[in-house]
């Protein structure tokens, strides 16, 4: 049984698995999605709430960020990180934050104050081990809203920090990063069958994610210029290289970071490389 994150990351956990090769399909308001492998079944639920369903063993595996397993202070195994969001593949981070006019420039300034999130425990958490007392109460949502009129300051995750400048707020600190992680339950992870699945599913997940950011790229080129071609281009790896039927000509397939491929297909035709085709990836698996 595996766990899935309902809410902000459904879509962009669905379509992750699409290019890691299962095709997950759920009707409207539908907690059981469909899932084109007999050996998997799944449940959406809060992500929230993941951990604590996987620690006890409903499901044998599950998405859900490291924030809740540190919250629930669930016991399971991290089998693997998966750094992706609805908005981007970076890490995101719960962050202590004021108004922007608040005196408060430390936590110790919040002494006797109230602090709203959702993140309670692992708030309480960061206070005490400060030092410092303050009441901290749940937030049931729109956490940034309530300052300052009914709190001092807010504990609120956040990406790039754009909303919460919307909001004129100021960050005073960090208190955790975090990402979605994929994590089993310790007796599913000891079954054999049940790990290599797991195991199956991570490495799989992972390669989506690494083929994200990457483009395959192949070329047709002479010879005499292929030494000046390997210098020019980042593999990933070396590149393939193979014989065509013009003794004088090779084809090159290779894999880059899509970022440097504008800078790179001019440098190539220079150098002589003819008919450059670049094209997306599924997966990249190490």
Known sequence: MLGLPKGSLEESTKNLFAK?????TTSARSYRPAIDDAE??????????????????????GLTGHDW?????????????????????????????V???????????????????????????????????????FSWGATEVKVPDLVDAIVDITETGSSLRAA???????LLETSTKLIANKSSW??????RKIETIALL????????????????LPKAALDAVVRTLPALR??????????EWVALETIIDERVVREIIPQLKQLGAEGIVEYPLNKVVY
């Open 20 to 24: 890691a090769g299962w095709r997950i």
């Open 40 to 61: 998997l079944d799944g449940r959406f639920v809060r992500a929230q709430e993941v951990s604590r369903y996987v620690e006890h063993g409903f499901f044998d595996c």
């Open 69 to 97: 397993v540190l919250e629930n202070g669930s016991d399971v195994v991290e089998v693997c990180d998966l750094i992706y969001s609805r908005a981007s593949n970076v890490k995101s981070r719960w962050v202590l934050c």
């Open 99 to 137: 108004p922007e006019a608040s005196p408060v420039r430390q936590a110790a300034d919040l002494a006797g104050r109230r602090v709203a999130t959702e993140l309670v425990n692992t708030t309480r958490r960061y206070f005490a081990q400060k030092g410092v007392p303050v009441e901290v109460e």
């Open 168 to 174: 004129k707020l100021r960050i005073v600190d960090t």
């Open 190 to 195: 000891a079954n054999p069958a049940k790990r």
């Open 205 to 220: 997940l992972r390669g989506a994610l690494e083929a994200e950011s990457k483009v395959g790229l192949k070329m047709n």
């Open 238 to 247: 070396n590149p393939t290289i193979s014989q065509l039927s013009s003794p």
